[in-house]
């Protein structure tokens, strides 16, 4: 009958229009993440120099990650010592990073939170 050819007609477009809506959505959220992505980046670029104060915990986590990295910072202790400092410095040369000070860009290679 007519009514149900065009009940499939409207079907059919609402199908069409549902599925490019969709479309149109996932790639607003792909540019969208890539963007905040992008962002977040130059972001840790910008600030990836800064220190960040050498607590003991922060030491204990960064000789945890040095020797789970291969570098033997020695026991996870939170005092740093010259076998800390010279495995860092060794991770740091090694990686292309500024050497000899906990800065961000640093503690971000080593998946230290800060």
């Keep these: ?37 992008k962002t977040v980046q130059e972001a840790a670029v910008q600030d990836g120099h800064e220190v960040v104060k050498a607590t003991p915990d922060l030491i204990r986590k960064v000789q945890q990650a040095l020797n789970d ?15 800390t400092l010279g495995a860092l410095q060794a991770y740091q040369q090694q990686n292309g990073l500024e050497a000899g000070k906990f800065t961000k860009e640093t503690l971000r290679a080593l998946d230290v939170s800060f």
């Design 69 to 83: 990295a291969g570098f033997d910072a020695g026991t996870a202790d939170g005092k740093l010592g010259p076998r």
């Design 1 to 37: 009958t007519e009514l149900g050819e065009i009940a499939e007609n409207v079907i059919e477009e609402s199908k069409s229009y549902v599925a490019a809506t969709e479309k149109a959505v996932d790639e607003f959220v792909e540019q969208s993440v890539e963007t905040v992505q």
